[in-house]
T-cell receptor, first 114, second 112 residues
Framework: KAGVTQTPRYLIKTRGQQVTLSCSPI?????VSWYQQTPGQGLQFLFE???????NKGNFPGRFSGRQFSNSRSEMNVSTLELGDSALYLC?????????????FGPGTRLTVL | AQSVTQLDSHVSVSEGTPVLLRCNYS??????LFWYVQHPNKGLQLLLK??????LVKGINGFEAEFKKSETSFHLTKPSAHMSDAAEYFC??????????FGRGTSLIVHP
């Protein structure tokens, strides 16, 4: 069974630009969550999508948004990039049918903002 | 509200010696608890989880953890460290919601 895939693996952008990251969950999984990982703040929850609806949201500004398609693939968008947005962005999928259970993580997208 | 504290940011052991990674949590509800491992440039992989069944939980690669409600702890142990165990370890608490809280991580260093 194929794992969670994330594209691209590496991105370099400049301040003010916007970026879109993509995540393909494990087949059959309907929940996709996004996390930001930085040395200073650790792993922080961004949001979770389940069946094309945002079900939970972390404490991030509105510049961070996402969506989920009918095939459960998800995209995350960050507008007006800031230097502090440089991070590893992780996507995780699960069945989403019960309260937090095992999530399967992708390898992440390393975003560098110059 | 829930929180999780990993008591050591770095733990250094010699190959073949025991590993102890400490995690304390707080939760308003009966929580589910997890340990994940992250190798360099990789995503996180689940090591084990506690969901109110047995208090001693066995995971992959010889790791286990014991849930102690009275001490609000969920420490991760392994009898004998291997070089391949060198990685970042995260303790996670979920109080029955969809949003988990991750600890800051413990870097395990294994010396030959």
């Amino acid at each position: 069974k194929a794992g969670v895939t994330q594209t691209p693996r590496y991105l370099i952008k400049t301040r003010g630009q916007q970026v879109t990251l993509s995540c393909s969950p494990i087949s059959g999984h309907r929940s996709v969550s996004w996390y930001q990982q930085t040395p200073g703040q650790g792993l922080q929850f961004l949001f979770e999508y389940f069946s094309e609806t945002q079900r939970n949201k972390g404490n991030f500004p509105g510049r961070f948004s996402g969506r989920q398609f009918s095939n459960s693939r998800s995209e995350m968008n960050v507008s007006t990039l800031e230097l502090g947005d440089s991070a590893l962005y992780l996507c995780a999928s699960s069945t989403g049918l019960e309260r937090y259970n095992e999530q399967f993580f992708g390898p992440g997208t390393r975003l560098t903002v110059l | 509200a829930q929180s999780v504290t990993q008591l050591d940011s770095h733990v250094s052991v010699s190959e073949g010696t025991p590993v102890l990674l400490r995690c304390n949590y707080s939760s308003s509800y009966s929580p589910s608890l997890f340990w994940y491992v992250q190798h360099p440039n990789k995503g996180l992989q689940l090591l084990l989880k506690y969901t109110s069944a047995a208090t001693l939980v066995k995971g992959i690669n010889g790791f286990e953890a014991e849930f102690k409600k009275s001490e609000t702890s969920f420490h991760l142990t392994k009898p004998s460290a291997h070089m391949s165990d060198a990685a970042e370890y995260f303790c996670v608490v979920s109080p029955g919601s969809y949003i988990p809280t991750f600890g800051r991580g413990t870097s395990l260093i294994v010396h030959p």
